[in-house]
Nanobody, 122 residues
């Protein structure tokens, strides 16, 4: 798979962003999908996961309520909606896909995108 993120930028606290991840080379409906982020000087952490089939979503406990992952199967695109952005959300945001849920759970998916930078600052 090839994954291409977009939609990041410089925003002020309290604003919202909708990140996109266009997937090519496979049908996203057949893959476990994930958004992760890497703040400056820190490791990569998962943000949201999407399980195919039942369409179940999961969010990191500290981020529940402000982040939403959803898919547009017709566009083969995964989105991450982020509301009420705070400076601590500043990070490079990545999407990832794998046919094995264990790879997603262990943060070792086969395919990662190049990332899109989100900077939250007043």
């Amino acid at each position: 798979l090839q994954l291409a993120e977009s939609g990041g930028g410089l925003v002020q606290p309290g604003e919202s962003l909708r990140l996109s991840c266009v997937v090519s080379g496979g049908d996203i409906g057949r893959y476990f999908m994930m958004w992760a982020r890497q703040p400056p000087g820190k490791g990569r952490e998962w943000v949201a996961r999407f399980w195919p089939g039942h369409g179940t979503t999961y969010y990191a406990d500290s981020l529940k309520g402000r982040f939403t992952i959803d898919l547009d199967n017709a566009k083969n695109t995964v989105y991450l909606q982020i509301n009420n952005l705070i400076p601590e959300d500043t990070a490079m945001y990545y999407c990832a896909a794998d046919g094995d849920f264990a790879a997603i759970m262990t943060m070792k998916p086969q395919d990662w995108g190049q990332g899109t930078q989100v900077t939250v600052s007043s």
